[in-house]
């Protein structure tokens, strides 16, 4: 859709009942880690929209109908809900800001973008500022008042000091493991809970849940986010080897930890730079679940799930031509 067409009700509908689906993961989010997870929402979303806007601006198309669509609070929505609570202003904005103009308007906007802009922006700040993007807090998170001094380093009296907030993730500490087993590592590192990560197991489960919600919406097909957790399940549990302390994890803590869920069913679902049809889409999520794995275990990023995705970015068209050439089933 160019910038110079009226707004697509459906678009704008389809974006509503995302946006709408988010809300689950994002309480659970705000009562796990605080007042960061709204800081990031407003910061994301404010500099999306302001980028979205001068990029209009300065291609002198009309602001108000591109900007009512939706697409620029969805990208920024899943980009802050990616981000860690609490990361630097500054991050936050940057992330948003590459992700409209490189992700989304440098190929012509809406419908024309070959990538993930939530992912890219992800992936950018990630590359750039590791050490900021690996400060999560633990649960519960931060007052309000320490939760700015954080984020905009304003000085509250009396507020925590950050550090001791700041814990490493259950797939950060897998990959560093060496000598632990896995039973070990739920029984003593804070970071692990039930299954999974401590916490983040409930957040999957409400991203899992408005997941379900968008299907019966069907606002997506089914086919990618089964070939990403199908995939996901099926190699974590062939390279699984129980509780040793080279252990990569159960299927069940690869599902229910990092951004499996949030992956599945709102990154790769998106439809521009998404796979079209039905089997492309299924190839295209077994291949996004087995790089999230493979960079998990042995890549030099304990979440793979935004590079995972920009690498089947890039294998779309072969997705389709190979969909293409595969005959139909016969029916009897």
């Given at each position: 859709m160019s910038p110079l067409e009226p707004v697509d009700d459906r678009l704008q509908q389809a974006m509503k009942r995302v946006l709408l689906a988010t809300v689950p993961g994002m309480l659970v989010l705000f009562w796990l880690f605080g007042w960061g997870v709204l800081i990031n929402l407003l910061l994301?979303?404010?500099?999306?929209?302001?980028?979205?806007?001068?990029v209009l601006r300065l291609r002198r198309y009309p602001i108000k109908p591109a900007l009512s669509d939706g697409s620029a609070l969805v990208s920024a929505t899943l980009l802050a809900l990616a981000l860690p609570p609490y990361c630097p202003w500054w991050l936050t904005v940057s992330a948003a800001a590459f992700a409209m103009f490189f992700g989304k308007?440098?190929?012509g906007g809406v419908g024309k973008n070959p990538f993930n802009p939530a992912m890219l922006?992800?992936?950018?700040?990630?590359?750039c500022f590791p050490r900021q993007m690996t400060h999560w807090p633990t649960s519960h998170g931060m007052n309000l008042a320490a939760g700015l001094q954080q984020i905009f380093g304003f000085n509250f009296s009396g507020a925590e000091q950050p550090d001791a907030w700041v814990t490493a993730t259950a797939?950060?500490?897998l990959r560093i493991n060496k000598s632990l087993t896995m039973d070990e590592l739920f029984a003593g590192n804070p970071a692990f809970g039930h299954v999974g990560g401590k916490g983040v197991e409930w957040v999957n489960l409400?991203?899992?849940a408005g997941g379900a919600f968008l299907l019966q919406q069907?606002?997506?097909?089914?086919?990618a986010p089964a070939g990403m957790l199908g995939s996901l399940f099926v190699i974590s549990l062939l390279c699984w080897n129980g509780s040793g302390s080279d252990s990569h994890g159960s299927p069940l803590f690869h599902l229910l930890t990092g951004a499996s869920m949030l992956g599945a069913f709102f990154i790769v679902t998106e439809p521009v730079s998404g796979a079209k049809s039905p089997k492309a889409r299924l190839m295209f999520g077994v291949g996004v679940g087995l790089l999230t794995y493979l960079i998990r275990t042995w890549g030099g990023y304990p979440d793979g799930v935004a590079?995972?995705?920009?690498?089947?970015?890039?294998?779309?068209?072969?997705?389709?031509?190979?969909a293409a050439a595969q005959p139909e089933p016969r029916t009897p």
């Open positions: 994301a979303c404010g500099s999306a929209l302001a980028v979205e806007a001068a308007h440098l190929y922006g992800f992936a950018l700040v990630l590359v797939l950060d500490s409400a991203f899992l069907r606002v997506f097909s089914w086919h590079f995972a995705v920009l690498l089947m970015n890039l294998c779309v068209p072969a997705l389709e031509r190979l």
